[in-house]
C-alpha cells in the first residue's frame, strides 16, 4: 500500500500521529497492552485459561503479547487465518470452525506438519469420516473438539444423540483423538446488562454440560471444554465447565462492546485502543462536513462508529457511500477545516480490521510501528 | 492469500467452478464483456463519452477492458487507487474526490508525472492553494475541475459563488487550469423508480448547468462536464450538460442495482456478474444449513446477497456473524449438505470487491483466471 510505505518514514519521529495518511487504522500500544493484562490479571484470578481468538486481530505481534501474557494458543476462525499466522512462527491454534472439502482438509494436515498443537472442531459425520480418511492416508493424528450449539443456532451439533454419534466414530478410527467440545454462545456477547447476559451464558453452558454429561458417561473423556467470549468473561468461569476462554475483542473494545456492561460492578475492564483516523475532505455546507472514511473503512455490520477527537462533543458520524462519512455539528460548534485530523473509535472491530493492511501503532503521540494484518482476508 | 496460490493450478481446467476454495469472489467473464459492450454501445448511441469509476473493480485487467471499448480514461475515488492502478501502466485518470493536505498533494505531482493525463477535482479555497503552492514549487501544471454539490451533500461547492471564487482562482494561477465540472447524483442512483429518477436526475443537472452558465457568463469556459452513474445512465446525456459519464456499477449489476429499473423499456441492460462462492459448513439442524461466507466476505452495506444457486429457489441468506452466513430452505425443500457449493449473487458490489485479492474468473463452468485487485484497500 502506497500510503503505509509512506508512513514509514515517520515511525518514531514526533508528531507522527499528525502525519498519518488518512484514512489509517491505528492502535494505542499503551490500551492494547492494559487490555491484554487486564483480561490475562482476571482469568489468573478466576483459575481458567486463554485462547484467545485471532479472528479479531489476524495479527503476529498483538498474538505473541498475548502468548507472552500467559494464553495456551490462539483460536483461529478459518484455516487460511491459522496457515498466515504459522508462516510468522506462531504453533498452536484451535481452529473454531469445521473445514470442510477434501482440498481444506488436505492444507490443514499440512499445518498440522509445522504445528505443536493443532486442534480441529467437528459437528458432521461425512466431514469427520472425510478427516479420519485423510488422516489416515498421511499417517497423521488430529486432534477434535465436538462443537456443540448451545443456542447460536450456526455450527456445532444439535444435541447430545448427534455428539455421542461423533464421539463413538472418534473412538474406533485410529488417527482421530476426541479432546474434548466446544460450545460458543456468539449470540449472547453483546447482550447489554449484566446479570441478563449471565443467566442466558448460565442457560447455554447447562447444554453444554448436558452433552459433557453424556458423552462421559459413554465413556468418552472431555478435558478440553472451550468456549466463551469477552461479553461474558466475568462470569464464564462459574459453571466450572469451561477450561479455557476464547476471548477475542477485548484487545481493542470497540463501540459494540463500550455499550456492554462487562462486570458486575460497571466498571469497564479494557480501554477503546483501535480508531480510524480521519480527515476532512470538504467543507463547503453549514452543519456538516465531509471526511474521508466510509463505507470502505470502517465496517458497517454494527453500531455507528464514535467521534473520539477531532470534532467538538457531540458530533455524530454517519456513512455517507463508500469513501465518505458525514459528521453532523452540534449547532453552535466550531467546523473542523478541510485537512483537519478526526479519529474514529471503531465500531465492530473484527470486520474493520479485515478492511486494513496494517496497523499504525501509537506510542502518546508518537507513531512507533506499522504491523501487518497478516491474516486479513483469509477467510478460506 | 494461501487458497488463491492453491487455485492458480486449476485454471483451465474443466471442472474449476466446484474446486474453487470458499469464499471467493468469482467473475463471470462472458457476463462482464457483455455489461462493459452494452454501456459502450448505449454512450455511442447518446453520443456521450465514458470515463468508468475504478473504485468499483479496483483492477487493471478490468479497466484495460474499458479502455479497449472506447474509455476515455477512468475515474478514481481516492489517489491510492489511481496509484495502484498506475503502477499497470494505465495513464489517464480523473480523481473525483478533493486530494487534500500537502504529503497527499505530493503524491498527486509524483503521479501526474507518470500520467498522460491526471485531473483532480476541488471544492475548497484553502485546498485550491495549496495546491497551486505545491504545483509551482515542481514546475508542473495541475488540470482541475470544480466539483459542484448537485443535491448528495457530500462534497462540491454548494453554489456557483464559492465556483466562481475558485474559478476566479484558478484563473489567476500559472500553475492551475479550470478544465470543467463534476457534478455526481450519487444519491439519485438506486431510486428504484425509472421516471422518479429520471426527473430527480434532471433537476440535480439543472443546478449543474446553472453554475457552468454563471461560469461561462464570467469568463471561465468548461469544456468537461463529468458526472452521472449507472442508475442514471440511460437518460443522464438528454439535458446536453455532461461529457461524460462515471459509471462504475454497471460491469457486475449487483443485487442492489438489479433492484433498479435502468432502462425505459423496463429491459436489464446489463446481466450479473460478480458472486461470492461459499460452501455449507454446517448442517445440523433442520431448516437451515450454515455456509462460510459472512461479514467478512460479502458487505453489509445494502441489501442482503441473493442465493444464484446451489439451493433452492427461495432459499434465504442471512448473515452469521463474520465468518458465516445461514441458509433458510423453505419447507420441503432438499438441503445442501456439508461441502456443498452455493454461489450468492453480490449485494453491493464496490464494497464486496474491496473484501477480496483477487477475482476468480470464469468462462463457462472453467477457472481461466485470477485477476488481481490490485488497488483493493488503497483508501488514502
Chains 1, 2 share one sequence.
Not at 466414530?169 to 446479570?195: E, F, M, R, S
Not at 459528521?327 to 485530523?341: F, I, M, Q, R, T
Request: proline share 4%.
Amino acid at each position: 500500500m502506497p500510503q503505509a510505505l509512506l508512513d514509514e518514514d515517520l515511525i518514531a519521529r514526533p508528531g507522527g500521529r499528525l502525519e498519518i495518511t488518512t484514512p489509517a487504522l491505528v492502535l494505542d500500544l499503551d490500551a492494547l497492552e492494559a487490555n491484554i493484562a487486564a483480561m490475562a490479571e482476571a482469568a489468573a484470578a478466576q483459575g481458567i485459561a486463554l485462547r484467545p481468538h485471532a479472528k479479531t486481530h489476524k495479527c503476529i505481534a498483538i498474538a505473541r503479547r498475548q502468548l507472552d501474557q500467559g494464553a495456551l494458543g490462539l483460536c483461529c476462525a478459518k484455516l487460511g487465518e491459522a496457515e498466515a499466522l504459522a508462516d510468522g512462527g506462531l504453533d498452536s491454534f484451535l481452529l473454531t470452525s469445521p473445514v470442510t472439502t477434501a482440498r481444506r482438509i488436505e492444507r490443514l494436515l499440512d499445518l498440522k506438519a509445522r504445528c505443536r498443537e493443532l486442534l480441529v472442531v467437528v459437528d458432521d459425520a461425512e466431514n469427520l469420516r472425510q478427516l479420519g480418511a485423510a488422516a489416515a492416508a498421511r499417517g497423521a493424528a488430529l486432534d477434535l473438539l465436538i462443537d456443540v450449539d448451545v443456542g447460536q443456532h450456526r455450527t456445532g451439533v444439535a444435541d447430545a444423540e448427534q455428539a455421542l454419534a461423533l464421539a463413538a466414530a472418534i473412538a474406533t478410527h485410529p488417527n482421530l483423538v476426541l479432546v474434548g467440545l466446544q460450545g460458543y454462545a456468539g449470540h449472547l456477547q453483546h447482550v447489554a446488562g449484566y446479570d441478563e447476559r449471565r443467566s442466558a451464558s448460565h442457560a447455554a453452558l447447562d447444554r453444554l454440560g448436558a452433552v459433557k454429561t453424556a458423552l462421559e458417561t459413554a465413556g468418552h473423556a472431555c478435558p478440553l471444554v472451550s468456549g466463551g467470549g469477552t461479553g461474558t468473561h466475568a462470569f464464564d468461569h462459574e459453571a466450572g465447565l469451561l477450561t479455557e476462554l476464547q476471548v477475542g475483542s477485548y484487545i481493542v473494545c470497540d463501540v459494540q462492546y463500550d455499550a456492554v456492561t462487562l462486570r458486575a460492578d460497571g466498571v469497564p475492564p479494557f480501554r477503546p485502543a483501535l480508531f480510524v483516523y480521519s480527515r476532512v475532505v470538504s467543507a463547503s455546507h453549514d452543519g456538516f462536513v465531509t471526511i474521508d472514511a466510509g463505507s470502505k473503512t470502517v465496517s458497517t455490520d454494527g453500531p455507528l462508529p464514535r467521534v473520539a477527537f477531532g470534532a467538538d462533543q457531540g458530533a455524530a458520524y454517519a456513512i455517507s457511500g463508500d469513501e465518505f462519512g458525514r459528521l453532523e455539528l452540534p449547532p453552535g460548534s466550531s467546523a473542523p477545516k478541510v485537512g483537519d485530523l478526526v479519529a474514529l473509535q471503531v465500531p465492530h472491530c473484527d470486520t474493520t480490521i479485515n478492511l486494513f493492511d496494517h496497523y499504525h501503532c501509537l506510542r502518546g503521540d508518537a507513531l512507533v510501528a506499522l504491523w501487518p494484518i497478516e491474516a486479513r482476508g483469509a477467510s478460506g
